[in-house]
């Protein structure tokens, strides 16, 4: 009886024993292959820390002797080292700071071939400091766009001790205040570690950054979230890093009065009566937001048969409390009043937000 109870014990530990070797086994397996339906074997590739998976960015940056350089949202750059950037595609599409096409710059080049494509820049410097960016173009027929799921960007900094922050063409920038969305004082540096502050001009003093009312953004600048008239003034920024400090351009905050929307046009004849012979001055009057460009159309009585004379201008005003609106205008002057000229005269003032349409009529004394 003891015999067969010990046989019986040994038969169970190695039952166990085969059990658990297969069970190992099998979680050795699991994460190397998986078998689909059809029975082929595929490779699963391990998920990155990140969260993305292998090949998540087709943005590179080619480096010496063939190595390339995958891009994150930001990377520093030595300026006068030339640039190349490749993006994965048969088709491809890219963007890159603004002024490089405003200028038509000839250091950059972008070429397409089979399998990717190539952004060069030369020579580049801290103007160039700014967000680069590749998507692929899916194209059905003649119909093409952009694949927003493979669109990469890299904020690139070249890094310049002389130049901590982005060169401006502009000397003295204006920057427009609006009650109903966040203002930008655009100072951006070059070096993303430089202690930046912003200061008033008169009188003189250093606006706190809070992160509720204001914050920093090296790749934009002051964020100011609710702009207020008392936020008016001339301001700059400081940049600061192991060596001397430097200033940035000077920007005047003005605060807008007008809201966004089609033109407000008012239309005024002078005089609105007149004789044969006359001289008469019609003008079409804009009050708008300072930044919003305005064009006009004219028609009038003897609109292809008359000449006329037309002279379009704009200001901006202050308008009580420190608001600060654009007043644009179009003169339309017709000399020596024949009976052609007689009738209604109207004006058409568009701007990015709409357009608007006023008339007038002028009558024989």
């Known amino acids: 009886m003891n015999l067969w109870a010990v046989l019986c014990l040994t038969l169970l530990v190695v039952e166990l024993q085969n059990g658990s070797c297969q069970q190992v086994k099998r979680r050795k397996d699991i994460g190397e292959n998986r078998i689909r339906p059809g029975g082929k074997r595929v490779k699963v590739w391990p998920t990155l820390k ?26 520093i750059l030595t300026p006068g080292t030339n640039m190349e950037l490749r993006c994965k595609g048969s088709k491809i599409g890219w963007s890159y700071p603004t002024y490089l096409d405003t200028f038509n710059n000839s250091r950059l080049s972008i070429k397409q071939s089979d399998k990717y494509s190539q952004l060069i820049l030369t020579s580049p410097s801290a103007a160039d400091t700014g967000a680069y960016s590749c998507w692929v173009i899916v194209c059905d027929g003649t119909e093409c766009e952009k694949d927003h799921d493979r669109a990469y960007v890299s904020y690139i900094y070249f890094k310049d001790k002389d130049n901590l922050f982005v060169p401006s063409t502009m000397h003295f920038e204006i920057v427009y205040l609006r009650p109903d969305q966040p203002a930008v004082v655009p100072c951006r540096v070059t070096e993303p570690q430089a202690k930046t502050s912003l200061h008033r001009e008169v009188p ?92 006009f159309t004219w028609t009038y009585p003897g609109q292809g048969s008359r000449p006329v004379h037309i002279q379009t201008s704009w200001r901006l005003v202050n308008r009580g409390m420190g608001y600060t609106t654009r007043v644009t205008q179009s003169i339309l002057t017709v000399e020596d009043m024949e009976t052609i000229d007689f009738g209604e005269y109207m004006c058409k003032a568009k701007s990015q937000h709409g357009e608007t349409i006023v008339a007038t009529t002028i009558i024989s004394k």
């Open 50 to 75: 990140d969260g993305r998976g292998r090949g998540h960015s087709l943005l590179t940056q080619v480096l010496d002797k063939g190595r390339f350089l995958r891009l994150g949202q930001s990377t």
């Open 204 to 295: 003189p003093v250093e606006i706190t950054a809070n992160m509720t009312q204001m914050a920093y953004d090296p790749t934009k600048g002051f964020i100011l979230q609710n702009p207020r008239p008392e936020h008016q003034g001339v301001f700059y920024c400081k940049a600061e890093t192991m060596d001397t400090p430097q200033i940035s351009t000077k920007y005047q905050l003005l605060y807008v009065e007008v809201p966004s929307g089609p033109p407000f046009v008012s239309l005024e004849a002078s005089p609105d009566s007149v004789r044969g012979g006359d001289n008469v001055n019609v003008t079409c009057t804009v009050l708008g937001e300072p930044d919003v460009d305005v064009s």
